[in-house]
């Protein structure tokens, strides 16, 4: 029996990691979940801060780590510049899953493009990824979790230049 559930495992871990694989990774539309608040004042800047929520994604296959990808539309009339993206767990669909390190890890922004970036009035753009691995020796109860990542960035909006 207990030989007949590790075969399961690996071959459910196999076609998780193939549909990894397919997808591409996991992602999150900042434009629809945007919570933006301006903070204070920098100058003739003004410092924003905003939270993203990811949908909900199964949990990556055990020892791979899967990009969540990030993308930003700015809303504002004015040119935004992005100066930090972090992520963290939001929520996990299983009340006896606690991700900690030993069960999931939430890495540091990578590019491109490389922090700080500024995206125009109106403008739409792939804000680069933070990798989420999932070790080996995840409990059983996270390696089946759905999750929530929570993207928390940081910017400041900047004023058009006049044009002569």
């Given at each position: 029996?207990?030989?007949?559930?590790?075969?399961?495992?690996?071959?459910?871990?196999?076609?998780?990691?193939?549909?990894?694989?397919?997808?591409?990774?996991?992602?999150?539309?900042?434009?629809?979940?945007?919570?933006?608040?301006?903070?204070?004042?920098?100058?003739?800047?003004?410092?924003?801060r905003?939270?993203?929520r990811?949908?909900?994604?199964?949990?990556?296959?055990?020892?791979?780590?899967?990009?969540?990808?990030?993308?930003?539309?700015?809303?504002?009339?004015?040119?935004?510049?992005?100066?930090?993206?972090?992520?963290?767990?939001?929520?996990?669909?299983?009340?006896?899953?606690?991700?900690g390190?030993?069960?999931?890890?939430?890495?540091?922004?990578?590019?491109?493009p490389?922090l700080?970036?500024?995206?125009?009035?109106?403008?739409?753009?792939?804000?680069?990824?933070?990798?989420v691995?999932?070790?080996?020796?995840?409990?059983?109860?996270?390696?089946?979790?759905?999750?929530?990542?929570?993207?928390?960035?940081?910017?400041?909006?900047?004023p058009?230049?006049?044009?002569?």
């Amino acid at each position: 029996m207990r030989t007949l559930y590790r075969w399961r495992w690996v071959a459910m871990s196999v076609a998780a990691l193939a549909t990894t694989a397919l997808i591409g990774g996991l992602s999150v539309r900042a434009d629809a979940t945007t919570a933006e608040k301006p903070v204070a004042p920098a100058g003739d800047a003004e410092t924003l801060r905003f939270r993203l929520r990811s949908e909900p994604v199964e949990a990556p296959a055990p020892g791979t780590t899967t990009p969540l990808r990030i993308r930003l539309t700015n809303p504002h009339d004015d040119r935004v510049r992005i100066d930090a993206l972090t992520g963290h767990v939001l929520t996990v669909s299983r009340p006896d899953c606690h991700p900690g390190t030993s069960d999931l890890t939430v890495g540091p922004h990578g590019g491109p493009p490389r922090l700080p970036f500024t995206l125009g009035p109106g403008e739409t753009a792939d804000a680069g990824t933070i990798p989420v691995f999932v070790p080996l020796a995840v409990s059983a109860a996270c390696r089946t979790a759905t999750y929530q990542f929570l993207i928390i960035g940081t910017g400041v909006r900047l004023p058009i230049p006049d044009s002569a």
